[in-house]
């Protein structure tokens, strides 16, 4: 197993199979250009998790600096693909996050994660010992 960051955009395309079943909102096109977008202005960071040549987990991050968390990385994306989950992969894909951000004098990880992910939230609290600490609210401005 091998961790690799995905900056080129064939590798970007890459992983967009995996990362079509945690965003199935986005068709291809729309994922490479917010991508490409998050990168450019952002600092967002997009890592897969290969298994010789195949992706089998993907995660994007971005460092961030706010009041209440101080320096810390948000995890906006973490996915291991469907029929490869529960094997230890997405603890692999984000202990790599963890380390990263230590090593760039990041003091915390968070994330969110959609209600109905209730398996989602047992990984992030039983086997990665995260807090839940908030609830996230959106509200859409097209509307």
Not at 61 to 73: A, D, E, N, S
Not at 119 to 131: P, V
């Amino acid at each position: 197993m091998e961790i690799r960051e995905l900056e080129q955009e064939r590798q970007i395309r890459d992983a967009f199979p995996v990362m079509k079943q945690l965003r199935n909102h986005l068709d291809e096109e729309a994922y490479v250009a917010l991508v490409k977008e998050a990168k450019e202005k952002d600092m967002y960071r997009l890592f897969g998790l290969f298994k010789g040549e195949e992706i089998v987990a993907v995660t994007g991050f971005k460092p961030m600096i706010t009041l209440y968390y101080g320096r810390f990385v948000w995890v906006c994306d973490l996915v291991v693909r469907e029929d490869k989950r529960s094997l230890g992969y997405g603890e692999k894909l984000l202990s790599f996050v963890h380390q990263w951000a230590k090593e760039e004098g990041y003091e915390k990880a968070a994330l969110s994660s959609g209600l109905q992910r209730e398996n989602a939230h047992c990984f992030y609290e039983q086997k990665m010992n995260y807090d839940r600490v908030s609830f996230v609210f959106k509200k859409d401005l097209k509307r």
